[in-house]
């Protein structure tokens, strides 16, 4: 069994909060994650997972800390687990230059093949396998999961679900990067964690994932009209299109005015957390 | 007029929160002032506005990030104004070791009198006429506002609002520094912005200032039963029996297992909004 160790552990609305470390036997380092569990949860009524993949530079605590979901998944009855973005630690290579669009802060939920990354920067693996082991083994959760993020965590969300239709009994995402082969953000990350072969970048990119699988479980999918990173980076147009090319039944929605940042995932986390209980919580 | 310039605009349930700074003529520097303005402000349909006052090491931003108020002030149609914790700036003196509990960061919301510190603290001034002057010049809102805080932010919430009881229609405080001539960060503070005659540290003592005034104001406070600073820094207890013995009508509750930070103030600020709205909103 892995030993975890926690870090802190506070009350928010009765249920509580709290942060644990662990050594990753996937990622070679020591891993940090956030849980959110409800009042309801106990040994006796556990509680369906909500995994939240946040964006680049985040860790475990931003989404906590402003997305303003604890009060809603309280009420619901859902726990929500926050992995960090990327391995961490001295031991773990990082962007030369540090940027803050790869390396550390920066994993893109992906298993790199290419030396120096792929002896930690494997957070696919991490997230679908290692973490929810622990997780259902240490908590009073049941092993109905779902999945969601914002921007490279939406990438996460929808790349993972895509590829494990029958892990997740759900998926979302806020302002994803959903063609990341065709942006400046994921084509240096998967430059260099996946090599300079483009074919091989298709098996995390969730439009070439959705036009090659489709996907028939519940997605749902938000993006600011004032992103100014969707041109560019997020192409959430390319992906809506070849999710309905695919005959893929989602619900996208655009919202007037909204940017990238932490207030749009606030203003509409609510609705995310509804979509995901829908599913979580059915008989 | 003042001139304000605006640092940030981003829309958030539907109603946007926007950064702004100015040359203040009370500081004598340069402020950063945070408000959100519900999406039914307009000129034509002004709101009333709820001043948040933060704690220790804080600026404009922590409250609109973390407190997870946005959603509810949008539907009850209040505006939140959120200044920054003290003076700033490099010709603005600091503690010489930089301490979280003094000078920048630490204002303390009083008027110091002590050299070198009354050129720029004169926080009380800032809040209680700068401030309010410029949002009721410059934003859709009425007249009618009521004052809010957090640990040193609910010092100043109490403070301000039992010395000038016509000024707000309701006051409440989270975890308020609520008898700081007893406690050493109120000690630290005060002696060097007020001087070590304690007979002036009354004037920005919420207990000394109930006894000696009274307040016949709305009044609601909630503390954690484990706020590790209540023993030594808070005081409740004492305020709360001194509220009593004045015969002040106060609500005060104690909530079982909740700490100091921010997630007791997320769990609890849905309910100050609620008790603000029933008097900024009253005919």
Redesign the interface.
């Known amino acids: 069994m892995t030993d975890i160790k926690q870090l802190s552990q506070?009350?928010?609305?009765?249920g509580y909060?709290a942060q644990y470390s662990h050594q990753s036997s996937t990622l070679n380092c020591t891993m940090q994650f956030a849980i959110f569990l409800p009042p309801s949860a106990s040994e006796d009524t556990p509680v369906p997972v909500l995994y939240w993949l946040s964006g680049l530079t985040c860790t475990d605590e931003n989404f906590m800390?402003?997305a303003?979901a604890?009060?809603l998944a309280a009420e619901l009855g859902i726990a929500i687990v926050a992995p960090d973005t990327s391995p961490r630690g001295d031991d773990v290579p990082d962007d030369p230059d540090e940027a803050y669009d790869f390396g550390k802060g920066a994993g893109f939920y992906l298993n790199a093949t290419q030396e120096p990354w792929n002896t930690h920067y494997q957070m696919y693996d991490y997230v679908v396998s290692e973490l929810p082991k622990i997780i259902e083994a240490e908590f009073p959760v049941t092993s109905r999961k779902s999945i969601s993020g914002h921007s490279m965590g939406g990438h996460g969300s929808l790349t993972i679900a895509i590829k494990n239709p029958d892990s997740y009994c759900a998926v979302s995402a806020l302002a994803p990067i959903a063609n990341p082969s065709n942006g400046l953000w994921g084509q240096k990350a998967f430059s260099h964690y996946l090599g300079e072969d483009r074919s091989t970048w298709s098996e995390y990119d969730a439009t070439a994932l959705i036009t090659q699988r489709g996907f028939d479980k519940p997605i749902l999918a938000d993006v600011?009209t004032?992103d100014s990173f969707e041109a560019e980076e997020l192409h959430s147009q390319i992906f809506l299109d070849a999710a309905k090319a695919a005959g893929v039944d989602i619900e996208f929605n655009y919202h007037e005015?909204?940017?990238h940042?932490?207030?749009?995932v606030?203003?509409f986390i609510?609705d995310h957390l509804r979509f995901h209980a829908k599913y979580l919580l059915a008989d």
Request: cysteine-free.
């Open positions: 506070t009350k928010v609305f009765e909060h800390q402003k303003g604890l009060k600011g004032d005015g909204y940017d940042g932490f207030y749009f606030a203003s609510d």
